[in-house]
């Protein structure tokens, strides 16, 4: 089944301890994405990747990291959380070939809660 | 610079009549536009795409939308609510950045439908 995975789907920590959100898709898709969902405020980006070893940021990517060593596999880091990080993140996936029309695949979404 | 307005932040209404989400948009460019829904406790759907193939674009579950570049409009439409349809909805147009895509969404509209 093609797919977006997220790990883990819930999550509480406490303000300064590394944490690392997986995401990983079987669609052979180029482009890979973080958001964040806040109540009233839509979905944010927060690092995209266009393809293997390319990333850039979004509109908020202030506190966050990203990787992108393998093509299936987009990790979200945050170094040392802080409490406005909790938040709902979605990673998202889509092919590149014909530019920004395609259909972002979204994973089910990790909650964070970061005390 | 671009963004996407949802006019509505909840819209009521009863199951057998129509639906009218709204949704404005500014871009510097010719503008790709999205409506993705949200069903509870899930991931993000597409439900339609604008591409300057046509003006009205048809979704699924009986969803279209018409892209009025005078109005800068793309507003969700459907003859008659269903149950299911409740649901949280997001406008969302890309922009290119060079060879890159970036994603902006609206802040959404929360559908309820009363039996």
């Known amino acids: 089944e093609a797919q977006v995975t997220q790990n883990p789907r819930y999550l509480i920590t406490v303000t300064g301890k590394k944490l690392t959100v997986t995401c990983s898709q079987n669609?052979?898709?180029?482009?890979m994405s973080w958001y964040r969902q806040d109540p009233g405020l839509g979905l944010r980006q927060i690092y995209y990747?266009?393809?293997?070893?390319?990333?850039d940021k979004g509109d908020v990517p202030e506190g966050y990291k990203v990787s992108r060593k393998e093509k299936r596999n987009f990790p979200l880091i945050l170094e040392s959380p802080s409490p406005n990080q909790t938040s709902l993140y979605f990673c998202?996936?889509?092919?590149?070939?014909?530019?920004?029309?395609?259909?972002?695949?979204f994973g089910p979404g990790t909650r964070l809660t970061v005390l | 610079a671009q963004s996407v307005t949802q006019l509505d932040s909840h819209v009521s209404v009863s199951e057998g009549t129509p639906v009218l989400l709204r949704c404005n948009y500014s871009?510097?460019?010719?503008?790709?536009l999205f409506w993705y829904v949200q069903h509870p406790n899930k991931g993000l759907q597409l439900l339609l795409k604008?591409?300057?193939?046509?003006?009205l674009v048809k979704g699924i579950n009986g969803f279209e939308a018409e892209f009025k570049k005078s109005e800068t409009s793309f507003h969700l439409t459907k003859p008659s609510a269903h149950m299911s349809d409740a649901a949280e909805y997001f406008c969302?147009?890309?922009?290119?950045?060079?060879?890159?895509?970036?994603?902006?969404f609206g802040s959404g509209t929360q559908l309820t439908v009363l039996p």
């Open positions: 998202a996936s889509s092919p590149r070939g014909t530019g920004p029309y395609n259909e972002q695949f």
């Open positions: 669609m052979n898709h180029e482009y």
């Open positions: 990747s266009m393809n293997v070893e390319v990333t």
């Open positions: 871009s510097s460019y010719s503008p790709s």
């Open positions: 604008y591409t300057s193939a046509a003006t």
């Open positions: 969302v147009v890309t922009r290119l950045s060079g060879s890159a895509r970036q994603l902006t």
